[in-house]
């Protein structure tokens, strides 16, 4: 049979929305300013270019664009993203693989780029400035935009 459940009292740790909280321990009392860095899964991305090559001026435009997707549940304002190239194997509490995960095979960099910072097998690209992405919202960022660069025609 159906049954619904009514408490008298909620305890007040209790939150109705899914929270991140945080105790920090301290010598003295007073407001202090401080930086939270975490991962978070339900956040993806992608690289698109466009490209257009004039061979008899022997140039070429390139544009890239990364493709945000937020499926996390909250909205991200004004955050600072870093992109991260790869597959970021999760672990479960217990310090194991989830079942049925294949363990990430390293770094799959699609360019490279003077401004990515290594960080283990994986590379770590920042994106200019910050940017706000909702929840359940894709959007698009350029991030590359180069204009009459020397280029020419070969196959390999």
């Known amino acids: 049979l159906p049954v619904r459940v009514i408490f008298d009292k909620v305890p007040e740790n209790l ?3 899914p929270t991140l909280s945080v105790t920090i321990n301290g010598d ?3 407001e202090k300013e401080i930086t939270l860095n975490y991962l978070t899964s339900g956040l993806g991305w992608k690289a698109d270019y466009v490209s257009l090559f004039d061979e008899k001026a022997g140039k070429i435009d390139v544009q890239g664009w990364i493709t945000l997707n937020n499926n996390t549940g909250t909205t991200f304002s004004n955050a600072r993203a870093l992109l991260v190239a790869g597959r970021v194997g999760q672990v479960n509490q217990y310090g194991g693989q989830y079942q049925g995960q294949v363990r990430p095979r390293g770094n ?3 360019t490279e780029t003077g401004s990515r910072e290594q960080v283990g097998d994986f590379y770590v690209y920042p994106i200019d400035g910050r940017t706000t992405i ?3 919202q894709t959007k698009q960022v350029g991030f590359l935009n ?4 020397p280029a020419r ?3 390999e």
């Open 146 to 149: 180069a204009n009459g660069v």
């Open 134 to 136: 909702a929840n359940a």
């Open 108 to 110: 799959r960099p699609g």
């Open 28 to 30: 003295r009392r007073g």
């Open 15 to 17: 939150r109705s929305k």
């Open 153 to 155: 025609k070969g196959y």
